[in-house]
């Protein structure tokens, strides 16, 4: 509809989280491969501008993690994996609000957006109690593409025909031959 809309986001997300207890420090860092499918709804024009509102679920999969682990003069890097307990796969839920103004065809966006997860992801701790939370706030522009269609001069109403283009003459064949020595 015209105030609704779907989004499907693909992309890589990384965290990152650092907790110090007395003397030592446990950092834990991963990487994932998130999917988010946002519905959007557009809110009524607010001085030229369009207010929306985004919600959905989101899937994350586990692709790296690492845990540094450093106390006195000891470290240990320890990469994550299924043996330690903890889960690749993650399910959340995403919402955000942006706007949007038209110039022209041309739309420029400002948007902020946050998730959090269901799950204990990939941390492989015996508290299953730790949830992550990610925010982001972006900034961005759209514009149509015409490819290989005539374009419309300015002033010319929707009903009129455009003529194409003039074409150029067609070039003379590539020639080959042989060169013997």
């Not at 955000?96 to 957006?113: C, D, M, Q, S, Y």
């Not at 003459?169 to 590539?174: A, G, N």
Request: hydrophobic share 40%.
């Amino acid at each position: 509809g015209e105030r609704t809309s779907q989004q499907l986001e693909i992309g890589d997300t990384r965290r990152l989280g650092v907790s110090t207890t007395g003397g030592s420090i446990l950092t834990f860092s991963a990487t994932y491969l998130e999917a988010v499918l946002l519905t959007r709804f557009t809110l009524p024009t607010i001085l030229f501008t369009s207010p929306y509102v985004l919600a959905g679920p989101s899937l994350l999969y586990g692709i790296e993690c690492n845990l540094e682990f450093i106390t006195g003069s000891f470290i240990s890097n320890t990469p994550c994996d299924d043996e330690t307990g903890g889960d690749r796969l993650d399910i959340g839920f995403a919402a955000g609000a942006g706007t949007r103004l038209a110039i022209g065809p041309t739309n420029v966006f400002v948007e902020a957006k946050a998730s959090t997860s269901f799950r204990s992801v990939i941390v492989p701790l015996s508290s299953r109690a730790s949830r992550s939370m990610t925010w982001g706030v972006q900034a961005g522009g759209s514009m149509p593409m015409a490819f290989g269609r005539a374009t419309r001069a300015p002033g010319v109403p929707a009903g009129v025909a455009v003529a194409p283009p003039p074409m150029l003459p067609p070039l003379d064949p590539i020639r080959g031959g042989v060169i013997v020595e």
